[in-house]
C-alpha cells in the first residue's frame, strides 16, 4: 500500500485546506436530509452568496469539480441551436467551447493568443454581430496561462438579450469577483482553489434574468443529474429529494468559505495579491520568464518560463521528491518549458513563498 | 452558526463511514497528478475490481454522486435514437427512464408494482421483442422499497447485441454482485451506502464489449464531464489531463474498499445478511408490516409500513432528537407511511440492531 506524505500544494490546485475545512472533514457525518444538514447547506448558499458578491437566490454547491460547474451552467443556458459566443486564450475557454458544442449550440469563438488577455471590446464586437447569442462566456482567470480577462465592460452585455456567464474558478476568493456589479449572469467556481477546500464541489451562481431564461426553456436540460430546476428544489427550501448531497464536502466548503469570511474579503484579495507581487520579480531575478504581461497578470497563479537549459520534469520532481512542494508543469504549448505556480487559499502564505524560492536557489 | 451531532445513520444512506475512512479524510491532501496519489488512485480502481468481481480495465470511480454514475453509463451507451428498455419498480427506475429520455432515447418500460419485484423473464421478453435495443437496464436493489430483482437470468443478453446495465448503488459489497459472472455490461454504484464511505463518488465498471460500444460511438457524449473516453486518459495510464480529481474523497473510497476488502467479501455480505434477518422479524413483532416479499427482501435496506395510527413524521423526528439515530421517511405511495432502515456498512453492527429496537421499544 502506498505511504502519502504531507505536501506543500503551490500548483495550480488542490491548494492545501484551511485547518478549519480538514476540521470539518473530521466531523461524524451527517445525512443529506438531517435538519443540521439542511440548516449547514443553507448557510453554505449564504456565504457563497457572501464570496461571489450576489443577491441571486439560485445559488449552491454543484455536486461534481469545476468542469461539472462549467457544465451546468452550459446545459442549463443553451438549448440545441443557440449560439453561443465564448472567449479562448488558453485551456479553459477552448473547454466551455467543447462543452457548447455537445449542448448542440453554434459557437461563436474569439481568440486570443494563448498568455495575452482577450480585449473585452472585441467579445462586445461578436455580440453585436450576432445579438440574439443567448450566451456570451469568458474565463475570469486562466488556469492554463496566468492571465486575467477584463470582466467588468461586459456589464454592457446587460442592455442586451445575451446572458454573461463567467468562469471563476481560481479567481473566486483570490482577486475580486463582483456578480451583481458586475452584471454577471451566470457563474461557475471550483472548490480547491482560493477558498481553500478539496477539490469536488461547483459552487454557481445565476441571476434573475438567467433563472427566468431556464424557466422558460422549450425542452429540459440534457443532464438530469445537472438539471438546476431540479436540483434547486432541493436545495432552495422545498427539500424535494433530487440525489444524495455530498455532506462531508458541503461541511468542508461551508468551514472553508467560513475562514475567508472571517478573514474579510478585501483581506483575502490583499493576501493574495502581495504575495504575487512578491513572488514574480522574485522568479525573475532567478531567470524566469513570466507568461502573463503586467497589468493582466494574476496574483494567485503564476505561469513562469524556466530559465534556458533547465529540465523542467527534474526540477519540478526534485522539488517535489526532497522538499514535498508541489508546483505544476504548463500546459499545450507551454508544456515542458513552464510553470505553473498557485498561491490559492491557506497556501497563499509568506512562508510558502519564502519555502518555495530557498528551495529553488538551492536546486538552482 | 448551526451546531451539529453525532448521529447513528441508518436510513437509506448516506451509512456511517468506517473509521479507516474519516481516518483518510482527515490526512494531508494530495495534488491530483502528485504520483503518491495516481498511485492511489490505481490502487483504488484495484480493489473496485475486486469489490466488483470484475477484470474489466474501464473500472474507476465517476466525481459524483450515485446519479452521475447513473447518468454517466446512459450518457456513454446511448445515442439519440437507440432504444433502451428500462425495469421500474422504484424510484430509481423511473429515473433510469428519464435520463435516458435525456439521452435522446426512447424507452421501453418493464413494470411491476412498488415494492414487488420485476421478473427477469419479462425483460427478456421485451428484449426479444425488441431485439435492437442498445441497453436494457435494471436496479439490482431498490432503495426506495427494499426490493432485490433478480439479476442472474439476466446473463442471457450476452447472447444478443443488447448491452446489460446494472444500479448496484444499495447492493454493491452489502449482497453478492458478481459483474463478471452475471454477464454485466455496466454497473454503477456509490459510496455511502455498503462501501461506508460519504457520498460524493461513484464507482462504475464497464466490459470489453460495452467499452468497444463506446468506441464506436457516432457522435460524442453529450455530456463532456462524463465522457468516460475522456476521463479513462486520465484514470487509464495515459495521465492526461480532464477535470481535477477529488483526491480527498478518493482517499476515502480507497480506505472505505480497504476496509471491505480485509474484512473479506463473503464476510461483508454474511454480517449485512445476518443482521437483516435480525431486524427484519423483530419489526414485525413491533407491529410494522414489510414491504418487500420475502425471497426479494434486502437486507441491508429495509421498507417497512408503521403500525396503524402512529405518526410517521413524529416518531421519526423524536428517534433522532432524542437518541441521535436516522432512518429514512418512504419515498412516492410511501411517504407518510413507511420507513427506510438501512444497515449498511460500518453502520452494520450488531450494536446499530439492538440501540433502534431499544429506541423504539421506549417509543411505542
Known amino acids: 500500500m502506498v505511504s502519502l506524505s504531507d505536501r506543500l500544494l503551490l500548483g495550480p490546485g488542490p491548494s492545501n485546506p484551511y485547518p478549519e475545512v480538514a476540521e470539518a472533514l473530521a466531523r461524524p457525518l451527517l445525512g443529506h436530509l438531517d435538519p443540521e444538514f439542511l440548516t449547514l447547506l443553507d448557510e453554505t448558499c449564504d456565504r457563497l452568496r457572501s464570496v461571489f458578491l450576489t443577491q441571486n437566490e439560485l445559488t449552491l454547491p454543484i455536486s ?81 496561462t496566468g492571465v486575467e480577462n477584463e470582466i467588468v465592460p461586459l456589464r454592457a452585455l446587460a442592455d442586451t438579450d445575451t446572458l454573461l456567464l463567467v468562469d471563476a474558478v481560481t479567481s473566486l476568493a483570490g482577486i475580486p469577483v463582483d456578480v451583481d456589479g458586475w452584471g454577471i449572469d451566470a457563474c461557475y467556481s471550483a472548490t480547491q482553489k482560493c477558498l481553500g477546500v478539496p477539490p469536488g464541489l461547483a459552487p454557481v451562481t445565476f441571476s434573475a434574468r438567467a433563472v427566468e431564461r431556464i424557466r422558460a426553456r422549450s425542452v429540459p436540460p440534457q443532464s438530469w443529474y445537472l438539471d438546476l430546476g ?119 502564505r509568506d512562508r510558502s513563498v519564502t519555502t518555495l524560492l ?4 538551492e536546486l538552482l
Chains 1, 2 share one sequence.
Open 358 to 361: 530557498g528551495a529553488l536557489r
Open 230 to 348: 431540479l436540483i434547486g428544489d432541493y436545495v432552495g427550501g422545498a427539500r424535494k429529494y433530487h440525489h444524495t448531497a455530498p455532506t462531508a464536502m458541503v461541511a468542508a466548503l461551508h468551514a472553508g468559505l467560513g475562514a475567508v469570511l472571517d478573514e474579510g474579503l478585501d483581506s483575502t484579495w490583499t493576501r493574495h495579491r502581495t504575495l504575487g507581487a512578491r513572488l514574480q520579480p522574485a522568479l525573475a531575478d532567478l531567470g524566469f520568464t513570466l507568461v502573463a504581461p503586467e497589468g493582466h497578470r494574476l496574483p494567485q497563479l503564476t505561469s513562469a518560463r524556466l530559465p534556458t537549459g533547465l529540465d523542467e520534469t527534474a526540477l519540478r520532481k526534485e522539488l517535489l521528491v526532497r522538499y514535498g512542494i508541489e508546483v505544476g508543469g504548463g500546459l499545450g504549448e507551454l508544456a515542458g518549458v513552464a510553470w505553473r505556480i498557485g498561491l490559492m487559499g491557506h497556501s497563499a
Open 64 to 144: 461534481g469539480t469545476g468542469s461539472a460547474g462549467m457544465e451546468a451552467c452550459f446545459v442549463n443556458l443553451l438549448e440545441p441551436g443557440d449560439t453561443a459566443i465564448v472567449g479562448v486564450n488558453g485551456v479553459f475557454g477552448e473547454r466551455m467551447c467543447e462543452v457548447a458544442r455537445r449542448c448542440g449550440a453554434d459557437v461563436v469563438r474569439v481568440e486570443a493568443t494563448w498568455g495575452t488577455e482577450i480585449d473585452p471590446q472585441r467579445l462586445l464586437e461578436a455580440q453585436h454581430a450576432s445579438p440574439h447569442a443567448r450566451v456570451l462566456a469568458v474565463v475570469h482567470a486562466e488556469t492554463s
